[in-house]
């Protein structure tokens, strides 16, 4: 008989949010939800145990409102018999002395803090070692550390780091980092990873290893679907299941001005309403070079309505547009700037151009919404 593990990781509950303004309470409850659903469907998905690999909280001194609420859903859990498996992220990290694993503790869940201590279990007449690897202070490397013990059994690595993939990469000593081969090399039966918030399944010599990513999009970067991730294993080896379970997406989209025959703001406007749906967190980013200037801000505004939450990230090449030669020719403290932005930027070399000519966009978006705020107040 196989046994089922549903793998959590990346919840970071009790994440600020604060880019989304006042929709941040509404998300941070949904992201509380996404784990209460996921939870809740244990029994019915014949899960035998839980794993979460790291960042549970988004701190390690949560709010103990929330730390009770996460209580309350482990205990039901509890009571069904699925027992729980966690290590800390790097966020909610137990190196911290006022960390909250070290402060509470939570009904039918073994927190797994000693690294590379295996906790046994008896799950469906077959014996299993689950094994944590966090963040650690040890001079011994993440690499000589991550194994398993020779015991009979399947055994069940969760950790929260980065598996490596170039040799350029740089660790973190806030990760217990990885190598591809140390997981070839490692004879775990699965290695449940945390820490990156995308789904990423791979496989190395007879181990598999995979990502699950958020249950919902915390930031751009985790657009589209999320998933709840099942994994079965057996003496065949390990099959993965992913369900859709996120209920509002991220969104992210490019608009290419310079090939979109989008010549004013209205146009813009139109083509960004295209997007619409009410529901989404969306990132629209403007490139290419313009023939107007754009005005992120006053957009924003107007089509904030259509989407949960929207921003309009200006990305254009206005140095050699025809709108910037058009306003250089001005007799106006505006025409003014830009000509003298304008010989900066001619003879700056590369590395200074692009800042200065994001001071030139951010500036002259200034005085466009200055001009807006002055028609609304004659109007």
Request: glycine share 6%; with cysteine.
């Amino acid at each position: 008989m196989s046994i089922r593990l549903m793998h959590l990781a990346d919840l970071h509950l009790g994440a600020p949010l604060s880019y989304l303004g006042d929709k941040a309470e509404e998300r941070a409850r949904e992201l509380e939800s996404a784990l209460v659903r996921a939870l809740s469907a244990a029994a019915a998905k014949k899960v035998d145990a839980i794993l979460i690999s790291g960042d549970l909280f988004d701190r390690f001194n949560p709010p103990l409102d929330l730390v009770a609420r996460v209580k309350n859903a482990f205990a039901k859990l509890s009571r069904e018999n699925i027992p729980v498996l966690l290590i800390p992220g790097t966020h909610d990290s137990h190196r911290y002395a006022r960390c909250i694993y070290h402060r509470e503790r939570f009904p039918g869940v073994d927190v797994l803090m000693e690294t590379g201590k295996p906790v046994q279990k008896q799950i469906n007449g077959h014996t299993i070692y689950f094994y944590g690897f966090s963040g650690s202070d040890s001079p011994v490397s993440p690499s000589s550390l991550f194994c398993r013990t020779p015991a009979d059994g399947m055994h069940v690595a969760l950790v929260h780091g980065t598996v490596a993939e170039n040799d350029r990469w740089e660790s973190s000593p806030r990760d217990f980092s990885v190598t591809p081969a140390d997981i070839g090399n490692s004879s775990f039966d699965y290695v449940a990873l945390g820490h990156h918030h995308n789904f990423k399944q791979f496989k190395r010599g007879k181990t598999t290893a995979l990502y699950p990513g958020t249950l919902e999009g915390l930031t751009f970067g985790e657009s589209g679907d999320r998933f709840l991730v099942i994994v079965a294993l057996d003496e065949n080896g390990v099959s993965v299941e992913k369900l859709k379970h996120n209920r509002r997406a991220l969104k992210e989209i490019e608009i290419d001005l310079s090939q979109s025959g989008l010549d004013c703001g209205e146009s813009l406007e139109r083509a960004i309403a295209r997007f619409f749906d009410g529901e989404s967190i969306a990132s629209v980013s403007l490139t290419g070079s313009i023939d107007f200037l754009p005005s992120p801000k006053e957009l924003e505004a107007r089509l904030a309505g259509g989407f949960f939450h929207l921003q309009i990230t200006d990305n254009t090449s206005i140095y050699d547009s025809a709108v910037m030669r058009s306003i250089a020719h001005d007799r106006t403290v505006r025409g003014i700037f830009a000509r003298k932005m304008l010989k900066k930027i001619e003879i700056a070399n590369v590395e200074e151009k692009p800042a200065l000519e994001l001071a030139l966009r951010l500036t002259l978006q200034q005085f466009q919404q200055v001009h807006y705020e002055n028609q609304r107040a004659l109007d």
